[in-house]
């Protein structure tokens, strides 16, 4: 089974790193940036010219890029080389009402169609721990979750088509909450002098101990932004959210709240850095509009 990998960014280049070591067989990639691609060609991937020459050799297309009108292009692009031989797991976060769309177009050829999203950043991308989430028919899942397993190890299916998503938006959201809470509150213990190590340390004695604080609180301490998922990131998610939200008439008060300070920062400059430097607009750093 021959595998394509589309789009190798920060996370996609870890995750076809994985495959490639881990596969018994060939794996073709192909990025815009050609020098990424020279670097899983290195490490013994094949390299293609664009992405009908990946589809036109892979069985398992995966792709994992920025956006809901990068996937619509990518697929529409490539649909006259898919087939019923082919199956597509598209690990991109996206809206799920566009994934849904693409699923449906695809499957006008034959071709099986999952969306797999991906949580946790580039640490456990290199590492090949990523959770993803899944959203497909269940026999399609038990034959994806293979391959999914090389570049994660909790795998779930969420339910069909769009479920994934419904679920890495969701989950994206409740972290983003959650780092709002621990900048508000962390900033406000050290105007009353309490270190940020001590901080960490009594929260996790009680029922607000989270994973972020637990993971990033020595950053936050050293202002150590350098980027592991970037605010443009979690802004995009947000902004999903945020029309789900919308398409469903509920009322999300936390997150709106929490994508203003994600709009804040992005205003402000620093949308390429990490998501936890919106720890800087909830300290005051900017003025909020």
């Known amino acids: 089974m021959k595998i394509g990998f589309i789009g190798l960014g920060i996370m996609g280049e870890s995750m076809c790193e994985n495959i490639v070591k881990k596969h018994n067989d060939k794996v073709y990639c192909n990025d815009l940036n050609r020098a990424q691609v020279e670097k899983l060609v290195n490490l013994g991937a094949i390299g293609c010219k664009d992405n009908c020459e990946v589809v036109k050799n892979a069985d398992v297309i995966i792709s994992m890029v920025p956006k809901s009108e990068h996937v619509k292009a990518l697929y529409t692009e490539v649909m006259p080389y898919l087939d019923e031989t082919k199956t597509i797991i598209d690990m991109s976060t996206i809206d799920p009402s566009v994934s ?3 699923a449906n177009m ?5 071709t099986k169609f999952c969306d797999a999203p991906v949580v946790k950043s ?5 590492a090949g721990t990523l959770g993803i989430y899944v959203g497909c028919k269940e026999e399609l899942f038990d ?23 419904v679920m890495k938006i969701c989950h994206n959201t409740l972290v983003a909450q959650i780092q709002n809470g621990v900048n508000e509150t962390l900033n ?3 105007k009353y002098g309490i270190d940020f190590e001590e901080f960490a340390k009594a929260i996790s004695y009680g029922g607000g101990q989270n994973f972020y604080l637990d993971g990033q609180w020595k950053n936050l301490k050293d202002q150590n932004w350098t980027t592991a998922f ?4 979690m802004q995009k998610d947000l902004g999903i959210c945020q029309n789900m939200s919308k398409e469903n008439n509920f009322n999300m008060p936390g997150m ?4 203003r300070v994600y709009d804040i920062a992005s205003e402000n400059g620093i949308k390429k850095e990490d998501f936890r430097a919106t720890f800087k607009v909830v300290r005051g750093d900017f003025n909020k509009k």
């Open 122 to 126: 580039k640490p456990a991308a290199i």
């Open 230 to 233: 970037s605010i443009e990131n």
């Open 143 to 165: 034959f994806v979750k293979p391959i999914l397993l090389y570049m994660g190890n909790n795998v779930i299916r969420m339910g069909d088509n769009g479920k994934g998503l």
């Open 106 to 110: 695809v499957a006008t050829k034959g």
């Open 256 to 259: 709106e709240n929490a994508k």
């Open 100 to 102: 849904v769309e693409v």
């Open 188 to 190: 406000l213990a050290s």
